[in-house]
C-alpha cells in the first residue's frame, strides 16, 4: 500500500500525532492515509472523556484494551488518528474533541470542512 502524499491541513509536512499509543492506519505514529483505508484515518485529536463515551455509545469502543490486536485502549488525553467522517459525527451530536491540525492529513478535507476542523485547533500540540 502506497502512502498519500504526507501533507497536513494547513499544507505542510505532515507532523506525527502519537507514538505511545501507536496510532494511524499504518500504526507509523502519524495519520497517514492511502486508498485502503476507507474510514480514512485522518484527523490527528485529544481523546476526552466526553468523547471516548461517545464513540463507545455509536458502536466503535476505543476506551477497552484488545490484546489480541496489540490496541491498549485509550485515556483521556491520548492523542489518536480518528476517521473522518466519525470526528464530524461528533462535532455534530456536539462531542468533538480537540484536533492537532499539524498532524491532521489533508484528506480529512474531502470529509470534514477547514472551517469545523479550526473550531478545535490544539493551540500547543504535545505528541
Known sequence: MEKDPQINVLGGELAPCSTDPLTGFFRDGHCNTCAADQGNHTVCAVMTAEFLAFSKY???????????????????????CLCAGRFLQAHEEGYAPLVNLEATHQRALDVVPMEVLQIYRLTEPNT
Open 58 to 80: 455509536v458502536g466503535n469502543d476505543l476506551s477497552t484494551p484488545r490484546p489480541e490486536f496489540n490496541f491498549p485502549g485509550l485515556t483521556p488525553g491520548d492523542h489518536w
